[in-house]
């Protein structure tokens, strides 16, 4: 096993987050295997899910580096820009989101809450954002520091090989985990869309010698995508931290769950996702953990996890993005 120097971090997360069996779910779907899901939707309510592992070091790093602004990017609804806002708020940061899309005529889910955490929110149209996102977030950075202001833009999702070491940290907590739970291997299904999460619990599968597989269930784009993200993301880190590259970074992607697109669920994830909030008390969202679970139980039913009992579901939040789809919920059933 590698040791590793880890950088410093700002304790924001609830952590350890609980690694549960889902026992209705196991007899329900399990087709012979366990069900298990790591709680990560839970650690924190206003910072919930992954984004905050990641932000963790993010925000130190800026601390230690003499930041006192955060620019950040993402969709209307994303759960990063939110997480990144009540960062801010919480440790007197100010922070600046570059938003994709027209700007809403009714604030609600995350979008609502980046403005009460305080954030200055900007919406560009979505052809404009995927042409400039670059020179946009470019323009406001050179704007601060224009008014004194130093700040640090943070990309897409906290994904780089900073943001990394949150899910490679949460490698170690999941050693433990599986130890407690005597899980001697399994595989780890998460939901990938910007590539970090993935990166770093590859990376800490890989460096730490975990008996894991880990899989990215992409909710956009395609599988050569990511495993280039996630390969690029590993090597900024090696190159950012110094540390090496484990011998085989073992990037798997079941692709196939995107569905219409970004951010658009089918009839089917909308119905798994009340099946599992009666069924286990869990609520999954359209955007990221819903698609992933469907594609996890789809590649049960397919025969992919044959062999290996256990299978654990990484929650990774996302629970805002439910209420501006709350439309796509059917209870006429
Ligand atoms: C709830 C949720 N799950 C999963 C993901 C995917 O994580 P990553 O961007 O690290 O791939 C995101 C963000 O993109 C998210 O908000």
Partial sequence: MT?????????????????QLLTRATEHWGRGHRLWIKRDDLTGCLLSGNKVRKLEFIAAYALDHGYDTLITCGGLQSNHCRAT?????????????????????????????????????????????????ADLLEHWRADYARRGHKALVIPTGGSDGLGAWGYLAACEELARDMAAAELPVGHLVTATGSGGTQAGLTLGVGLLDLPVTVWGVNV??????????????????SRRSGEALPAKLDVRVLDGYVGEGYARASREVFQLIADLAALEGVLLDPVYTGKAFLGM????????????????????????GVFPQAAGFDFSR
Avoid at 220 to 237: G, N, R, S
Wanted: proline residues 5%.
């Fill in 297 to 320: 139980l789809r590649e049960i039913a397919a025969g992919r996890f044959e062999g290996c009992r256990d299978i654990v579901f990484l929650h990774t939040g996302g629970v805002f």
């Fill in 220 to 237: 956009c784009d395609d599988e050569q995508t990511f495993l280039d993200k996630v390969a690029a993301d590993a090597a900024d880190w």
């Fill in 3 to 19: 040791s590793l120097t880890f950088p410093r971090r700002v304790e924001l997360a609830r952590r350890p987050t609980p690694l």
């Fill in 85 to 133: 806002a009540f960062v801010g708020a919480q440790l007197g940061l100010k922070v600046h989101l570059v938003l994709r899309g027209d700007t809403p005529e009714r604030a609600e889910g995350n979008y609502l809450l980046d403005h009460l955490a305080g954030a200055r929110v900007s919406c560009y149209p979505r052809a404009q954002y995927l042409r400039e996102q």
